[in-house]
């Protein structure tokens, strides 16, 4: 093998502590300088040396208004430890250039309880399933869970399918367009020759009818 | 717990705004949360039902009429020989192994770190084969296996069997076995085949291809999820025992292998591989299925 240049990535362990290294010395970096004062500065003097793409210091101006919004999202006792994870997130991985990065940090985050969320009810379900499930089963015995699990996805797309079709032919197209081939609603706009809000109210309306239809599921 | 139906719209408006890419209005997204603690309850039961039937939705088959053939790919031979002109076009740049091409390869297990000068770097998971262009840093072949691409400058063109991946500045992982492509962007934007189906593939986002066909589909993907593996952590959604299997083989150096009875089995699910990599009989427990050494590898599943 022909080969310069690459080299073996060290273990977890390492990472981490690098991690945690790095966001050490930033944050007393930052309490030196009084980053909050002389933000923009500090912002100008990484992007000359390109090491990383200013997230960091705009996280450090901004962690007020980060956890103000993770307070009014619900994360209540874990919005501390959730700062930390975002903080983790950014200093762990360099990036290619980021358009808005105060955006990027608020949809990390936004995406952080999305995630949270889910876990959250996915444990519930999971301590349902289970005292179901144990009752009349052979211990040992794999009563094909998989199985079922496969059907019941396909029962929850049909039924997502047939309340996008009551919202109307248009909005569930739009909907899937935008959810399953990623197009911005702004392009959907073009390709529908619609305004973009209607766009958005079509999506609206088929968000809204999804999240009354996994109501009336979750009650059964 | 039934939501108030003028919340649950206004929490779906919101949940439409916050999920374009160009969403700004953070403090008024904030503003709207704290007005009342049901608020952020309310966006939280939309988008995980946005999330659940955007994942459910492509197991169904697609309809026949209507814009559906929109994203309906073009007949396989169309398409086929539009790639064949394409595979002519740059057959001298790859195929033939000209000078300047090199050939990175790991063993099962090993992690390897390229750094790409001035575009960006490719962390290689185990088992995998990249060709890349000592003369053209912004090309690359992915021949197997799976590896994290972190462009820093774009354009950069990575070829995945017969399909191409323009990137556009960005994070992405790439996975490629017999049966299939499969792209995760976490940052940025890639074009899968741009100059067939021409799909953007943003943040947050999983395109899978089957090996031989135009067809696609596209779901949704936790960030974190993105590169995972270099994190010694493996999520699987409704894969196979046997994709679960190849891959715990190629990412920790142990031979795995599913049973033919349990091989179509989907299970999902995370796995951490560092321990699994110690002691394989974990993932009995993980699985609810029994695992045993054959002489060979670890088998999964019932006889």
Redesign the interface.
């Known amino acids: 093998m022909r080969f310069t240049g690459n080299r073996n990535v060290g273990s977890n362990p390492t990472l981490s502590a690098n991690t945690f290294a790095s966001f050490e010395a930033a944050a007393s970096k930052a309490r030196r300088s009084g980053v909050f004062a002389s933000a923009d500065e500090d912002l100008s003097a990484v992007a000359d040396n390109g090491s990383t793409s200013g997230l960091e210091e705009v996280f450090l101006a901004n962690r007020d208004r980060l956890l103000r919004f993770l307070l009014a999202r619900g994360a209540g006792d874990a919005a501390e430890d959730l700062l930390q994870e975002i903080w983790l997130k950014i200093s762990a991985r360099r990036t290619g250039p980021i358009a808005s990065p105060l955006s990027y940090l608020f949809r990390t985050a936004d995406t952080l309880m999305i995630d949270r969320f889910r876990s959250f009810r996915q444990a519930e379900r999971r301590e349902r399933d289970w005292s179901e499930t144990h009752d009349g089963t052979v211990p040992g015995v794999s009563d094909s869970p998989s199985a079922e699990r496969h059907l019941i996805g396909r029962e929850q797309a049909r039924l997502a399918m047939e309340t996008l079709r009551s919202v109307g032919e248009r909005p569930a197209a739009i909907f899937r367009r935008h959810r399953l081939d990623g197009v911005p609603q702004r392009r959907l706009a073009e390709e529908f020759g619609v305004s973009l809000s209607t766009v958005e109210s079509d999506l609206r309306r088929a968000y809204a009818a999804l999240a009354a239809l996994k109501e009336r599921i979750d009650e059964v | 717990m039934?939501?108030d139906?003028t919340i649950?719209?206004q929490?779906?408006?919101w949940?439409?705004?916050?999920?374009?890419?160009?969403?700004?209005d953070?403090?008024a997204?904030?503003a709207w949360?704290?007005a009342d603690?049901v608020h952020?309850?309310?966006?939280?039961?939309?988008?995980?039902?946005?999330?659940?039937?955007?994942e459910?939705?492509?197991?169904?088959p697609v309809p026949d009429n209507?814009?559906?053939a929109?994203?309906r790919p073009p007949r396989r031979w169309f398409g086929g020989a539009i790639a064949a002109g394409v595979a002519l076009a740059v057959a001298a740049g790859v195929w033939q192994m000209m000078p300047g091409t090199?050939?990175?390869?790991t063993s099962p297990g090993?992690?390897?770190?390229?750094?790409l000068?001035g575009v960006?770097q490719i962390?290689i998971a185990g088992g995998s084969r990249i060709i890349?262009d000592r003369d053209d840093a912004r090309v690359a072949t992915l021949e197997s296996g799976q590896a994290l691409f972190?462009?820093?400058?774009?354009p950069f063109t990575l070829r995945v069997g017969e399909d191409t991946l323009l990137d556009v500045?960005?994070?992405f992982d790439v996975k490629h076995d017999a049966d299939e492509m499969a792209l995760a962007v976490s940052?940025?934007a890639v074009v899968f085949n741009p100059q067939r189906q021409n799909?953007?593939?943003?943040p947050?986002?999983r395109l899978t291809s089957r090996t031989g066909s135009a067809a696609y589909?596209?779901?949704?993907v936790?960030?974190?999820e993105v590169g995972e593996w270099?994190?010694?952590r493996l999520t699987f959604h409704?894969a196979t025992l046997a994709e679960v299997a190849a891959d715990l083989t190629r990412l920790t150096g142990v031979s795995f292998t599913a049973t033919s009875v349990s091989a179509q089995?989907?299970?999902?699910g995370s796995v951490l591989l560092?321990p699994v990599q110690s002691d394989p009989r974990q993932l009995a427990t993980l699985l609810?299925?029994p695992v045993r050494h054959n002489g060979e590898a670890w088998e999964i599943g019932?006889r």
């Open positions: 039934a939501l139906e649950r719209d929490a779906a408006g949940a439409v705004r916050t999920g374009d890419p160009g969403f700004e953070w403090d997204f904030t949360l704290a603690p952020a309850r309310a966006y939280d039961e939309v988008m995980l039902a946005v999330n659940e039937a955007s459910a939705l492509p197991a169904l209507d814009e559906e929109v994203h090199y050939v990175v390869e090993e992690v390897r770190l390229v750094e000068e960006g962390e890349l972190t462009i820093e400058r774009s500045g960005t994070v940052e940025g799909v953007t593939v943003t947050g986002q589909s596209v779901a949704t936790a960030p974190s270099r994190e010694g409704d089995e989907r299970v999902s560092s609810g299925l019932i």
